[in-house]
């Protein structure tokens, strides 16, 4: 971490980047872990200051904001999603563990509560329909709040896109609103951690069937 003069000031070890996503805010999200598995053990929030510098532009420097170990967790993906269309932000994490009620270590989906400096959980999901591999989020009918739209396993090793409004207590999936995919499809890529969805997918199901509104 360097500040706005350029000098150092702090060295953060946290192994590589996992998965990361930019903020409207102009922040930075990070997973951060040092394990083989693919998965992290960290998420960090790095704000991008910018100071404008008189008749030499801007400068812009990071800032470390928040360091989180999140270990029990696994997590493998990070977003800023408005789930609940109040205008803020919540944070999303992709998590693989187990839970109370489902022994077996899977993907699941975690939404935080994020004020800015802690994790405050709103839905910490043991199950979606099926089971996912990967998921994003995109506001689909404009209202300003993002469904959820989550790359399923179903039976046989065939795979699905659905989509999932948030009802104030969890997810409804809503099986009007899904596409079946092929393992070629141009909408997946095969990566070590499994099948990944590539950023047009949400779109591609967002036009497929028009949300209700
Ligand atoms: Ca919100
Ligand atoms: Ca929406």
Request: aromatic share 10%; hydrophobic share 35%.
């Amino acid at each position: 971490m360097f500040d706005g003069a350029g000098t150092l000031v702090g060295r953060v070890e946290t192994g590589r980047v996992v998965d990361l996503s930019f903020d409207r805010d102009r922040a930075l999200y990070l997973v951060a872990g040092r394990s083989p598995t693919g998965r992290g053990d960290r998420m960090i929030h790095i704000s991008i200051e910018a100071t404008p510098q008189q008749g030499e532009g801007v400068e812009g420097y990071l800032r470390m904001r928040f360091s989180r170990d999140l270990g029990g967790l696994a997590p493998w993906k990070i977003r800023l999603a408005d789930v609940d269309g109040d205008g803020r932000p919540e944070l999303v994490l992709g998590v693989f563990k187990r839970t109370r009620f489902d022994p077996v270590p899977r993907k699941r989906l975690f939404v935080y509560d994020w004020p800015g400096y802690t994790l405050v959980p709103r839905w910490l999901g043991s199950r979606l329909s099926l089971p996912f591999e990967d998921f994003a989020f995109v506001d689909c009918n404009g209202d300003g709040r993002d469904e959820l739209v989550a790359l399923e396993q179903r039976p046989g090793g065939r795979r699905r896109l659905m989509r999932y409004d948030w009802n104030g207590f969890g997810f409804s999936g809503d099986e009007n609103a899904m596409v079946q995919v092929a393992p070629d499809s141009d909408l997946l890529q095969s990566t070590p951690d499994g099948m990944r969805l590539r950023p047009a997918a949400p779109a591609a199901l967002c036009a497929r069937k028009d949300p209700s509104p």
